[in-house]
T-cell receptor
Framework: AQTVTQSQPEMSVQEAETVTLSCTYDTSENNYYLFWYKQPPSRQMILVIRQEAYKQQNATENRFSVNFQKAAKSFSLKISDSQLGDTAMYFC????????????FGKGTRLHILP | SAVISQKPSRDICQRGTSLTIQCQVDSQVTMMFWYRQQPGQSLTLIATANQGSEATYESGFVIDKFPISRPNLTFSTLTVSNMSPEDSSIYLCSTRQSEGETQYFGPGTRLLVL
C-alpha cells in the first residue's frame, strides 16, 4: 500500500523568506504522480504543483518548486519569497499511474507566513 | 481546469437526519470523487463515482451510510444518512477528466451534526 508522510505538522516563516516543506512516500510502483495541494482558510483545495515520476526534471511553478528524489522517495516543496497569502495547510499527495489512481494524501503541514 | 461547485456550502443538522450534498461541474468529466476531511485532519476518500456504474467505496465506507448518485457526466450527489456527531466534517467533491489528468476540488461542504 502507498503511504505519504509529512513530518512537519506546523511551520512559521517571515514574509519574503524561503521555506521548504518535507514529504516522503512509500510505493512499489515505478510510474506515478506526486502533488502538492494548498488549502487556505477558505478550505478550497488548490493544486500548487505536480510531478510525474518518469520526469527527472523538477517541476516549478513561479515561486514554487520541488526537489524530487525518486530513489529516496522524497518530494519536498520550496516556496521562495514567501507571501502572506501563502499561509495555508499544505498537503503532499500521491497517485498511481493507472485508471484507478485515487489520490492518497499526507496529514498536511500548516504553514504560517508572518508579517 | 474544471470549475466545481457544491451545495450547500455549510449546514447544521440534527442527529438521525440525512443530508444530500450536490456537486456540479462546468464540463463533462469521467471520474468524480467524494472525500471527507474531519476537523484538523487530512482528506480521506469515501468513494469513486463514474457515470453509468455503481460507486466504488473505500474501506470503512458503505453505500447505506453514504449513497451516491452520478446521473450524468457533470453532476453527482453524496448523501450522509442517519447522521451522528461523528459525521461532522468537510465533504469535498473532486473530478478528473481522464487518467493522468490533475484532480480538481470543489469548495467543500462544512457539516455540523448536533
Amino acid at each position: 500500500a502507498q503511504t505519504v508522510t509529512q513530518s512537519q505538522p506546523e511551520m512559521s516563516v517571515q514574509e519574503a523568506e524561503t521555506v521548504t516543506l518535507s514529504c516522503t512516500y512509500d510505493t512499489s510502483e515505478n510510474n506515478y504522480y506526486l502533488f502538492w495541494y494548498k488549502q487556505p482558510p477558505s478550505r478550497q483545495m488548490i493544486l500548487v504543483i505536480r510531478q510525474e515520476a518518469y520526469k527527472q526534471q523538477n517541476a516549478t511553478e513561479n515561486r514554487f518548486s520541488v526537489n524530487f528524489q525518486k530513489a529516496a522517495k522524497s518530494f519536498s516543496l520550496k516556496i521562495s519569497d514567501s507571501q502572506l497569502g501563502d499561509t495555508a495547510m499544505y498537503f503532499c499527495a500521491f497517485s498511481r499511474m493507472n485508471r484507478d489512481d485515487k489520490i492518497i494524501f499526507g496529514k498536511g503541514t500548516r504553514l504560517h507566513i508572518l508579517p | 481546469s474544471a470549475v466545481i461547485s457544491q451545495k450547500p456550502s455549510r449546514d447544521i443538522c440534527q442527529r438521525g437526519t440525512s443530508l444530500t450534498i450536490q456537486c456540479q461541474v462546468d464540463s463533462q468529466v469521467t471520474m468524480m470523487f467524494w472525500y471527507r476531511q474531519q476537523p484538523g485532519q487530512s482528506l480521506t476518500l469515501i468513494a469513486t463515482a463514474n457515470q453509468g456504474s455503481e460507486a466504488t467505496y473505500e474501506s470503512g465506507f458503505v453505500i447505506d451510510k453514504f449513497p451516491i448518485s452520478r446521473p450524468n457526466l457533470t453532476f453527482s450527489t453524496l448523501t450522509v444518512s442517519n447522521m451522528s456527531p461523528e459525521d461532522s466534517s468537510i465533504y469535498l467533491c473532486s473530478t478528473r477528466q481522464s487518467e493522468g489528468e490533475t484532480q480538481y476540488f470543489g469548495p467543500g461542504t462544512r457539516l455540523l451534526v448536533l
